[in-house]
């Protein structure tokens, strides 16, 4: 039996990630009536880095979120690397666009903070929510809404299917982007796909104000097995423990033969001492999630559904990052949204809600291509361990690619290493 649900709203947002936190807080603090859905209950663990680039610093700053050390969270100066038998250590650029530091936090406390955050500020949540699919209209395919069951804490059904209606709905329902598969969107097959494994260790090195990066992974003994393609990261958490993980990447979305749990054990069995990467100090299993790359799955909208974070493929071929890139689309779907339902006819609201993946498109697009091409060359070892022994030495190229891996450049204006990503970001067709 299904009952039509009375306490329909202005948004429906399903998943109560970072993208749909986000859109949930920046939809209710423009006055809509907002309801966030999700299968879990918070809080709920989560497969990340749990690093934030400045970028993504930038938008909690727009959220008002409480950030200071009091608040859980440890600052970071910049970005360490380790390859080709080279050390070095690079500081967050100085710009006007975002802030000098990064921050680290545990998914599970992270994301548990934005849905309290979008709590505060309005919206309705429904945790142990599990969306089931679209409804639609029968005529013209358009979203109406979602028919949605509670399940209980092992994801079993709790109760009725129950329908949500809203004009326009917001699947941030991450990889799996069943909403979005249910409205016939598929994703590509030609955009770039990964693949990260990470789990938690107590280690002296939790207190570390710089977030480090391996760029050689061997499959065995350094220097006398395989190179593989990807990286290995330490973020360290400030709370007795450090977020350590790997993650590799393939141009296409074809399945690897990598066996990342044998390789991340490969490289802890090279781990200096006292670092106390141990499995007596190890927190919990090692886990792995995917990862879609440069906007694999859309149009970011279209029948009244808008698709954000990694539903929509919104992570960077460049580094594996994720979360700035669904905050930044809570934000700017929830502006459009907010400037749709405010017009005064059908098509007037159509062309605000369509100004949400062009504004995705023409900020990103561009800088996605650059990175598809980047993924292209790293995928191959020889090439991976040439830029490593003879790149990293480079101060300026280090400056250019530490800006460029990041994201954190200048748009407009800035040095010569701004303008020229700038540049080519422009260049790139937003495919």
Known sequence: MVDIATDDADVIVVGAGPAGAGAAFHCASAGLDVLLLDKASFPRDKICGDGLTPRAVAELVRMGLPIREQDGWIRNKGLRVLGGGHRIEMAWPEISSYPSYGLAKSRMSFDHTLVEHARSAGAKVHERTSVTGPVRDERTGRILGVTARPVDEAGKRAGDDVVYRAPVVIAAD???ARLATGMGLQKRDDRPMGVAVRTYFTTPRHDDPWMESHLELWDGEPG???LMPGYGWIFSLGDGTANVGLGSVSSTAAATKVDYKALFAAWMRNAPAEWEFTPENQIGPVRGAALPMGFNRGPLYGNGLMLAGDAAGMIS????????YGLQAGRVAADAIA???ARGTVAGRE?????????MKDDLGGYYTLGRLFVRLIEHPEIMRICTRHGLPRPLLMKFVLKLLSDCYEPRGGDVVDRTIAALARIAPAA
């Not at 071929?317 to 700035?324: D, K, S």
């Open 317 to 324: 071929p460049f580094n594996g990052e994720g979360i700035a």
């Open 351 to 359: 062309r605000a809600f369509a100004t949400y993946e062009r504004r």
């Open 174 to 176: 991450g990889v799996s």
């Open 339 to 341: 400037q749709g339902l």
């Open 224 to 226: 006398r097995s395989n």
